[in-house]
């Protein structure tokens, strides 16, 4: 397998993009912070599948990290990453740099309202806007006709669809299905982050989501169900729970019960130092 076309400039991505459209191939996308694993490489095939050129950024964003948080330990490897794109035929991996993505100067935020509060934002006030931000640059600087992002971040991917939708961004905007671990645990470039002890409890998070919202799924009240769900991941080893909440799929709002609405569980908790999230879809087995 060849090794993708790297660009590392706004210019060079975008002389590549006309040279596609000018054969009239259709351009997929793939925005990434690197560290790639499995999930990753099944969001490329989607894309793939889907269109004639795929092509993937790796950009780990400054400004989706609070000063506290994991930016300078967050994992990177771009020899390997490179190797994986070739591996997963992507056409060609954009690498810019901080500086390319943030000119001097650099003013503009994105604020996708609603959507970005609750949830992941409650321990993470900024984390939303600099997604919100990174991503509208990606999508504008790469001008692919479908852009792939996982569902694992299910409250970014719903943010990401309002931001394009609201913008008029031209790019089809898809999610793509959860890969995990064979005991449960939702791939993530943090699980590199985990002690063995808690690689080992790790996959609790998700085998008690899908618990409780198997729960969920007849209609039962959510309240006595999520606070059961907070107490057994403390009571298996969580340092700490930031939330286990039913929302409605799409919007996001809170969701009494799953009865009327499709709705999606999610959670974030501590094992360690280490955050980590997942959620399930609720009443949908579809979905699932
Ligand atoms: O999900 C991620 O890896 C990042 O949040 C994204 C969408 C690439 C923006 O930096």
Not at 47 to 65: E, G, K, Y
Not at 96 to 111: I, K, L, N, Q, R
Request: net charge neutral; hydrophobic share 50%; charged share 20%.
């Amino acid at each position: 397998v060849s090794a993708p076309a790297t660009a590392r400039s706004v210019a060079e991505l975008r002389a590549r993009v006309r040279a596609w459209r000018a054969e009239r191939l259709t351009i997929g996308f793939v925005p990434t912070m690197g560290a790639l694993h499995a999930g990753h490489l099944a969001l490329m095939r989607q894309a793939r599948a889907r269109c004639d050129r795929v092509m993937a950024s790796i950009f780990v964003n400054p400004t989706q990290f609070a000063p506290h948080e994991d930016l300078s330990r967050y994992p990177r490897d771009e020899a390997g990453d490179l190797a994986k794109l070739a591996g997963a035929g992507v056409h060609l991996a954009y690498l810019p740099t901080v500086a390319e993505m943030y000119p001097e100067g650099a003013s503009t935020w994105v604020e996708v309202a609603g959507l970005s509060q609750g949830l992941c934002a409650e321990r993470r006030p900024h984390h939303f806007r600099g997604v919100a931000t990174v991503v509208t640059m990606l999508l504008n600087q790469a001008q692919a006709d479908l852009a792939v992002f996982g569902e694992k971040d299910y409250q970014q991917l719903q943010i990401i669809k309002r931001l394009a939708r609201d913008l008029a961004i031209p790019t089809l905007i898809e999610g793509g299905a959860t890969v995990r671990e064979p005991d449960g645990l939702a791939m993530s470039s943090r699980n590199l982050l985990l002690t063995p002890e808690h690689r080992a409890l790790a996959p609790m998070l998700n085998r008690v989501l899908r618990e409780t919202a198997a729960a969920l799924a007849d209609g039962a009240l959510a309240a006595p169900l999520l606070d059961a769900a907070v107490e057994r991941l403390m009571g298996r080893g969580f340092r700490l729970v930031d939330y286990v909440e039913l929302r409605d799929a799409e919007t996001l709002a809170p969701l009494a019960t799953a009865a009327y609405r499709p709705g999606r569980l999610l959670a974030a908790a501590h094992l360690g130092s280490v955050r980590l999230i997942d959620n399930v879809a609720v009443g949908d087995a579809a979905a699932a």
